[in-house]
């Protein structure tokens, strides 16, 4: 594959609104050890991205100072001593920065081949959604067959793949949304119960859904005045996973119910994980998940695609939340 010196990148500068992305021109960044270079066909566009822009969510020390965390197209080279992978693959890859461009490098242990049946697009909204999910409703929450998951935020991308893979696993599962489009696609991905929070008190209708037992797991990304009301509605031995605090993270809770019910209160972020973490990780997805997305029975959900150049607009409308599902960057400048 002929590689070109110099690409178009998004660049945020020094951060701040969404109006500071705008498209660069720089050179190719080269794999190092470890390393593949891949030819981005689409980005996938998440809230940790909307973090960095705005100064909160820095990346790591060695990693790209540029947005763009999950990526899918082509392996358009291999870095030194990297084997098992061809220049033309189709792949999908957790990255550690860098990824609304035409070019980005991703590690070995974070990259997947695309699973097979899927487009490139449907790929590149994998990678950082599916892991997130994984580690925090699977992993730390444990979710077992026959528990009851809420999910807040359902008809996002991260609630929309939670609901996907808690009823892959046997679950019961509630979420909470603000309307009743959003309600009905929730359902549509397989919701048992779908709970507009505008419209009542949603624990309230938790509790009679489940006939005042509570829940089992429940993953969350308010946290502020949610954080109490969830420790309320788990059941014995219950867990409360937290992804983000979008509502606050500094409240005042009575932690009582923690010790009388044996709860568990966990959480955690994907990006400050290890590599040797993010690849045990992406080798559980191969191994649980792929199958299930090369069968049909888990897909995501693509709410709209914009062109590279059209960053900043994506980040308008993921900030507004009116969207359902995943949305992407056509990165395919040329």
């Not at 050890?33 to 996938?44: C, F, M, P, R």
Request: proline letters at 6%; charged letters at 20%; hydrophobic letters at 45%.
């Amino acid at each position: 594959m002929q590689l070109p010196d110099t690409m178009d990148f998004i660049d945020h500068g020094a951060g701040g609104p969404p109006s500071v992305l705008v498209v660069r021109r720089g050179p190719l960044p080269t794999p190092r050890a470890g390393e593949v270079l891949i030819k981005v066909a689409y980005a996938g566009v998440n809230r940790p991205d909307v973090l960095q822009r705005s100064g909160r969510y820095p990346p790591p020390p060695d990693a790209s100072p540029h947005i763009g965390l999950e990526i899918a197209g082509e392996i358009a080279a291999v870095g030194p001593d990297v084997a098992g992978w061809r220049v033309g693959e189709a792949v999908c890859a957790l990255t550690n920065g860098g990824g609304y461009a035409e070019y980005a490098v991703a590690p070995v242990g974070q990259t997947l081949r695309a699973p097979r049946g899927l487009s490139m697009l449907q790929a590149a909204a994998l990678p950082e959604t599916y892991l997130t999910v994984w580690a925090n409703v699977i992993e730390r929450g444990r979710l077992r067959a026959g528990e009851a998951l809420l999910v807040h935020g359902g008809s996002s991308g991260i609630g929309l793949t939670a609901i996907q893979l808690g009823k892959a696993w046997g679950a019961t599962v509630l979420t909470t949304v603000g309307n009743g489009e959003k309600a009905s696609a929730c359902v549509a991905a397989g919701a048992d119960h779908a709970i507009d929070y505008k419209r009542g008190e949603w624990d309230a209708e938790v509790m009679r859904l489940t006939e005042g037992r509570g829940v089992d797991v429940i993953l969350d990304m308010v946290g502020g005045p949610y954080i109490a009301r969830n420790l309320k509605l788990l059941a014995l031995e219950g867990r409360l996973v937290q992804i983000a605090f979008l509502q606050g993270a500094k409240v005042e809770v009575d932690w009582q119910p923690l010790m009388v019910r044996r709860l568990t209160f966990t959480g955690s972020t994907l990006r400050a994980r290890s590599a040797a973490e993010k690849a045990r990780l992406a080798a559980a997805l191969a191994e649980h998940v792929w199958p299930r997305l090369e069968a049909g029975t888990l897909l995501p959900v693509i709410h709209r695609v914009f062109p590279l150049r059209e960053a900043a607009a994506a980040h308008e409308l993921m900030e507004s939340s009116t969207h359902i599902g995943k949305i992407m960057l056509d990165c395919r400048v040329s």
